[in-house]
């Protein structure tokens, strides 16, 4: 395993464990953060909460808070399995965006979001001037902001490196703001432990040293330049983790490439996002596959001559606690994959 492998594992284990240990510390309110640009003060913790997002429902589920969740939004796909009882219980005010109105009739005092592009500047759901003049705070997950710029529309860009110190850094704000320490601290270190078990298993795996993958989130058509993950988002860090290089070099969270650029780059692996949501055709994981057989340019790339394909979870693949689920889905991938010399 190369040397800055295991340098960024102990800087990651050091980050965590200090955010481990300050989320012990019981809440004293009012709390003051900042989160994503914004100064925010809770007096204390929230008692009805909006979700905007599935990474943010998912998180407040994890430190055992569902009981102050009264509307979920924005699902790629289904709940963890255990969550699947508490999460029935909830209203679902949209598969995808929710209107403002939608959000602000369940009177919540704190709305949790995944992206700023649904609570921000120019929100699709709404800005966080319009929620703070009813009143209603907003907290979007930090590894939507954090190294990245979403000013330039879209998905954003990345100023440097998806780091899933970010996502810990969120679990350990919520679990403040709710003043749930142990919870947060239990989570961070069940992820930590996970993240850590994924790399050694692959680092027995000896893998090719050039070893190259792309990943394909969906296409707005069929045959359609697809969406790809750029080199510095959540696929971007797992490559980084396994040693595996991205044939994608743009800095874009999800820029589109057309596969006869795809082609030349010719991926060993291919990783498909496989997901609920039906906003464009190819989010369908089906279509994706019969693409990559029949497509004249696309059938003859080495990873799909090789049936070297993975399907992942689409949550995975965005900034998540997911991602970690999402490596080890990809090292359980890797072992059954051989490789020529």
Same mark, same amino acid.
């Given at each position: 395993m190369p040397l800055y492998r295991y340098a960024l594992a102990a800087l990651l284990g050091f980050a965590v464990n200090s955010a481990a240990s300050e989320s012990r510390e019981a809440t004293h309110y009012p709390l003051m953060l900042?989160?994503? *640009? $914004?100064? %925010? /003060?809770?007096?204390? @913790?929230?008692?009805?909460? +909006? /979700? $905007? *997002?599935? =990474? =943010?429902?998912e998180i407040l589920y994890a430190l055992g808070l569902a009981d102050r969740v009264v509307g979920t939004s924005v699902w790629f796909t289904p709940v963890l399995p255990q969550f699947r009882e508490v999460n029935a219980g909830i209203e679902r005010l949209a598969d995808n965006d929710p209107s403002f109105e939608a959000v602000v009739n369940r009177r919540p005092d704190l709305v949790a979001a995944q992206y700023e592009w649904h609570i921000g500047p120019a929100g699709s759901v709404g800005s966080r001037e319009q929620f703070s003049e009813l009143g209603i705070a907003t907290y979007i997950m930090p590894a939507d902001c954090d190294t990245k710029d979403n000013s330039? !529309?879209? #998905? !954003?860009?990345? $100023?440097? =490196?998806? /780091? &899933?110190? /970010? +996502?810990?850094? *969120? &679990? !350990?704000? %919520?679990?403040?703001?709710?003043? $749930?320490?142990? =919870?947060?601290? @239990? %989570? &961070?270190? #069940? %992820?930590q432990q996970r993240e850590a078990r994924a790399v050694e298993a692959a680092r027995k795996l000896d893998l090719p040293q050039d070893l190259s993958a792309l990943f394909w989130f969906s296409s707005p058509d069929e045959g359609a330049a697809p969406y790809v993950a750029g080199r510095l988002g959540a696929p971007g860090y797992m490559m980084r983790q396994l040693g595996i290089r991205n044939v994608i070099g743009s800095s874009e969270e999800w820029p589109t490439v057309d596969w006869e650029t795809i082609a030349r780059a010719d991926p060993d692996i291919i990783v498909l996002a496989r997901m609920d949501r039906r906003r464009y055709p190819m989010d369908d994981i089906a279509g994706k596959r019969e693409f990559l057989q029949s497509d004249p340019v696309a059938s003859q790339m080495s990873a799909v001559q090789q049936n070297h394909i993975v399907e992942m979870d689409a949550h995975a693949m965005s900034a998540t606690m997911r991602t970690i689920f999402g490596l080890e889905s990809l090292v359980a991938a890797l072992e059954s994959m051989s490789f020529d010399p």
């Open positions: 900042e989160n994503c *640009g $914004v100064e %925010l /003060s809770f007096d204390a @913790a929230p008692q009805r909460t +909006v /979700s $905007v *997002g599935q =990474a =943010a429902t330039t !529309g879209g #998905d !954003g860009t990345r $100023v440097a =490196a998806f /780091s &899933i110190d /970010s +996502v810990y850094k *969120g &679990i !350990g704000e %919520l679990a403040a703001i709710f003043d $749930v320490q142990p =919870a947060g601290t @239990a %989570l &961070i270190e #069940d %992820l």
